[in-house]
């Protein structure tokens, strides 16, 4: 059994009274036109197979009837497939009972929709707290905790006020602390944003990527959008006629589309406005010492790395400070002292836009580093001309 949070495993939904039929149409090698044209039956998910990382917030693209709303409800079953397994957290999804799927979703899955889906007679308290009333948790506690995640989605001045007398960007941050508030570790978000308009969209993607700073929540977010995919993304996959065309990270799919389709995507797009600091960095080029002594007991350090600088790092590989790997002796090689220098972190989601003017005015490479402030690459002004010179990479 494989190790993601989410194991989605050679997935097929067809929709009709006889899905056999198509199942074995298809393994001949039928496109799901001819199975529809001749057995009246719809194709709606083919084979599709992917993990998804705890943690990461992997997003579904395509465009309108690709499939990749039914392959949400497939893994939250609000819809049976017709072969193959979806296992959330070890557990076949598929195989639960009625009431093992009710206790899932209660406790550890939630859905934000397109639609606010609101009950408008009830407090913006109340909308939050309703899934913690379905689960019985008790009025005092489940309104408790509701209130700490209004006061997260900057929603504690308005909780008790009606949804209608909210904005359409407000009443989705409701949504979204209904959804939080039953602290689920899985969350399934359907074109969540996409109702908003730009700037409120965009808002609600801010908010998004600061709570996954703080709770590290693992979400398949489903968008038609590709600047909201390349902003929040950790992976992206595209679909197709229900067919999963490809998977990976944005300047991975943008470096190497898996076909025309995908292609496609990009055209007319100035897609290096979507790159972070984790597309552009290298993660061998600049050697990491323990300590400036580790220099002197490795003077060839320059020769056989052929870098001028390396960055000092603890047993956490949390970045102390850089220092140069030649230059450090005198006229008549006596080791001279190492000054450690200090050098700026650069959050690896950080934009092109901001790495940049980092590097203008940095005479050093500057470290990237995670979530938890480890190092993960390096990045230099060098390193970004390299990147976006690439011949295949469509940056324009």
Known sequence: MKSGKVVVDHLYKVFGSTPETALRLLKKGYSKDKIFAETGQVVGVQDVSFEVQEGEIFVLMGLSGSGKSTLIRLINRLVDPSAGS????????????????????????SMVFQSFALMPHRTVLSNAAFGLEVAGISKKDRERQAMKVLEQVGLA???????????????????????????PSLMIMDEAFS?????????????????????????????HDLEEAFRI??????????????VGTAQEIIDNPAEEYVRAFFDGV????????????????????????????????????????????DEERKVQGIVPTRGFADASGVLQPLTLQKVELIHYRTSLHVVMGKLIVSPVPLPVVDENGCYCGAISQSMILQALSKPEASHV
């Not at 908003?196 to 929540?217: F, G, N, S």
Request: aromatic share 6%; proline share 4%.
């Open 233 to 246: 993304g950790t992976r992206i996959a595209i679909m197709e006629g229900g067919r999963l065309v490809q």
């Open 157 to 183: 001045p308005f909780a008790q006020k009606l949804p209608c007398e909210l904005s359409g960007g407000m009443q989705q941050r409701v949504g979204l602390a209904r959804a939080l508030s039953v602290n």
């Open 86 to 109: 979806v296992w959330v957290d070890g557990q076949d999804v598929a195989a639960m009972s009625k009431a093992e799927l009710i206790d899932l979703r209660r406790r550890d899955m």
């Open 195 to 223: 109702a908003l308009d730009p700037l409120k969209r965009k808002e609600m993607q801010d908010v998004l990527l600061e709570l996954q700073k703080e709770q590290r929540r693992t979400i398949i977010f489903v968008s």
């Open 270 to 313: 100035d897609t290096s406005r979507y790159l972070t600091a984790s597309d552009l960095m290298q993660s061998n080029t600049i050697p990491l010492l323990r300590s400036t002594e580790d220099l002197k007991v490795n003077p060839h350090l320059y020769a056989s790395s052929g870098s001028d600088f390396a960055f000092v790092v």
